[in-house]
């Protein structure tokens, strides 16, 4: 029987997975890429003679499940990447003993473990599949056969629970649950199974051989012949051979269905027609096994996807979509240490109107350096960026996510990149998100005035919380309790955009509000610009460096949207908008105030006075609103977030 259409796939199956919701004409491939130890699915409308597209990825060594159980380095040399039965998982398996199921939407693995044989064997695991009662088959082409794993009862562990079934050569396994049986190739072309889920166990039950040998007597893929499931098919060296499952019983012979001229390790079935699989020879570097192409020949059009410089060992069709998948959102984190993965410069809304150009600079501080993160100085860029920092562990939907604004006077940019005092390192070893946010500065022009104001900042962070949410989701935080912090002039935003949410009318800004804020912490913030204490300032002292802005008069004139010839009265109604203070209601959400008092009067931290922060404890005590000031005696305006730095991390946590 010839085939009206063949696909020619790396070195390895293209395995059909059943159809579900948003099928498309054009299915994705998904593939066991080993150069990079990784499973990846190929968009269909990217083909030769440009770099096929990545429409999903997963990672083990970014695996936060996996990390967390110590398995994320048992999966080199993946072998497998099987759909699951509704397309909503991947079931991985690897030359190295590591097995997964990987849910598709969140890209975490759900289940996971290490095969150790009894007997010391190495297993080299082939090929995976999905049992009735939730358990796994897996099958170790070298030792253990067709090994039962036990993932209902622990679904993750270096040594699960296993029986073993001993089957030469296991390469290929498949879960017929019309007949209530388990179809394997290996050592017989075919052979099956029944299975006994009380015991775990497999009993063997009728081989089936072919009448004509081929250059490699094993089986190796084991795949539906039909969409009926009324046929299965072998790859056998450089044929392929079916057997009909309503006459199986009466024959002990596969039928031979075509032979080719290349090694076909693989089969599948899409759309009434049938695709044929052989190694196509253009072999990864060191793993003649693999392939950089992947060839879909027939039907319309022929398709050859390449990743240059990969090594595709196995590859399958997935019939799904990849809609509100977490991989489409997502990245590779820019770095990963201590326990965190770090994203770097995630645009939340990218600003036309501001050019590339600016004062301000990003540093290194709070104890993480240069050398172990790349940080880097540079202008502020036109996009505005945000960087996240999370567990490498699973997080738990309702997790802290934490926003942090920087300070500098709404005119500086100096610590993005490094929160003070280790704050988001405690933070994220608490299982919670920290981010940090460039939002614009007052000295960044725009096509429609010369500085920014206080406004606009506080849209720019409307804009990142709303892509803090939906990058947290990515992440599994489907229900975030959402804390914002800040210091300084970002400890002043902070207040503003928390209290706005509860008093919309104050400000008028008409801001989203998606991420709902739970709670403020401000660290040495102004409160009240009413304040006669706040006019005339001169020269602004951050951190030991004078930033020569005139009075603070002026610079605040120019935050508030005014003209530097503006009345007192203009000015003052102005100041009073912006003045965090005066937003207050009884609906604000819990505060918390860090200060700190320099001095024998310890009036002030040497920028902002104590009385800033006692107005606001009033204001918020009067409301009824929980509110908590802590005063560090003896620390400078700049280092407050130093020297509380584990309270204020408390705080952020504190429910």
Not at 208 to 220: A, L
Request: proline share 5%.
């Amino acid at each position: 029987m010839k085939v009206n259409r063949i696909s020619v796939v790396c070195a390895f199956a293209l395995v059909a997975a059943q159809p579900f919701t948003g099928v498309s004409a054009a299915p994705l491939v998904v593939g066991a890429e080993q150069s990079q130890t990784r499973i990846v699915m190929l968009d269909p409308d990217v083909v030769a003679p440009d770099p096929a597209k990545i429409a999903w990825e997963w990672r083990p060594s970014k695996d936060a499940k996996l990390v967390a159980a110590g398995l994320a380095g048992r999966f080199g040399n993946p072998s497998e990447c099987k759909p699951s039965e509704d397309g909503k998982r991947i079931l991985v398996c690897a030359s190295d003993n590591g097995f997964a199921v990987v849910d598709v939407a969140t890209t975490n693995a759900v289940a996971a473990g290490f095969i150790t044989l009894p007997d010391g064997k190495y297993a080299n695991l082939h090929s995976i599949c999905e049992l009735p009662d939730g358990n796994v088959v897996v099958a170790g082409s070298q030792g253990g056969g067709l090994i039962v794993v036990d993932v209902k009862s622990k679904p993750f562990s270096v040594s699960p629970a296993i029986t073993t079934n001993e089957y030469r050569g296991a390469h290929g396994v498949l879960w017929d649950e019309k007949r209530k049986c388990l179809w394997a190739t290996g050592e017989k072309p075919l052979t099956r199974f029944f299975y006994d889920a009380e015991t775990m166990t497999l009993r063997r039950d009728k081989s089936w051989d072919t009448r004509q040998p081929f250059s490699y007597c094993c089986g190796h893929d084991l795949v539906w012949g039909d969409k009926e499931r009324s046929r299965v098919a072998v790859t056998l060296g450089n044929g392929i051979a079916c057997l009909d499952l309503e006459n199986a019983d009466k024959t002990d012979m596969m039928e031979i269905a075509e032979e080719l001229p290349g090694s076909v390790k693989g089969i599948s079935y899409h759309g009434g027609e049938r695709l044929a699989v052989y190694m196509d020879k253009t072999a990864f570097k060191g793993k003649p096994w693999t392939t950089i192409n992947i060839h879909v020949d027939g039907g319309a059009t022929n398709r050859v996807y390449t990743l240059p410089g990969c090594g595709f060992y196995k590859a399958h069709f997935f019939l799904g979509t990849l809609e509100g998948c977490a991989a489409d959102a997502l990245p590779p984190p820019t770095v990963e240490l201590d326990g965190m993965r770090c994203w770097h410069d995630v645009a939340y809304g990218p600003r036309g109107d501001l050019p590339d150009e600016g004062d301000g600079f990003r540093g290194s501080r709070g104890g993480w350096t240069h050398a172990r993160l790349p940080w880097k100085f540079h202008r502020h860029r036109s996009g505005q960026m945000l960087d996240v920092y999370a567990p490498t562990t699973a997080l738990k939907p309702d997790a802290t996510v934490a926003l942090y604004l920087h300070g500098g006077s709404w005119s500086e940019c100096y610590d993005k990149d490094a929160p003070p005092g280790g704050v988001f390192k405690a933070l994220v070893d608490a299982g919670a998100v920290a981010c940090s946010v460039d939002y614009i500065l007052q000295n960044q022009s725009s096509r429609t005035r010369k500085e920014a104001t206080f406004a606009e900042m506080l849209r720019d962070i409307d804009a990142a919380a709303a892509k803090i949410k939906e990058f947290v989701r990515a992440l599994g935080v489907t229900d975030p309790r959402f804390v914002i912090f800040g210091e300084s002039a970002g400890g002043h935003l902070s207040l503003m955009y928390a209290y706005d949410q509860d008093n919309p009318g104050w400000t008028g800004l008409g801001l989203s509000h998606s991420s709902r804020v739970s709670k403020v912490v401000n660290i040495v913030g102004p409160t009240d610009f009413t304040a006669r204490e706040f006019q005339n300032l001169g020269v602004v002292k951050v951190f030991g460096a004078k930033f020569k802005m005139g009075s603070f008069d002026k610079l605040l004139k120019r935050l508030l949207g005014l003209e530097d010839g503006a009345s007192e009265k203009e000015t003052l109604a102005a100041a009073e908008k912006w003045s965090p203070l005066k937003l207050v209601c009884p609906k604000s959400v819990p505060t918390a105030i860090a200060c700190g008092a320099i001095g024998k009067e310890g009036a002030s931290d040497g920028l902002i006075p104590f009385s800033q922060m006692t107005a606001l404890e009033s204001a918020l005590k009067s409301a009824g609103v929980p509110c908590v000031l802590k005063k560090f005696n003896g620390a400078h305006h700049g280092e407050v977030s130093h020297k509380g730095a584990a309270w204020i991390a408390a705080e952020v946590l504190k429910q």
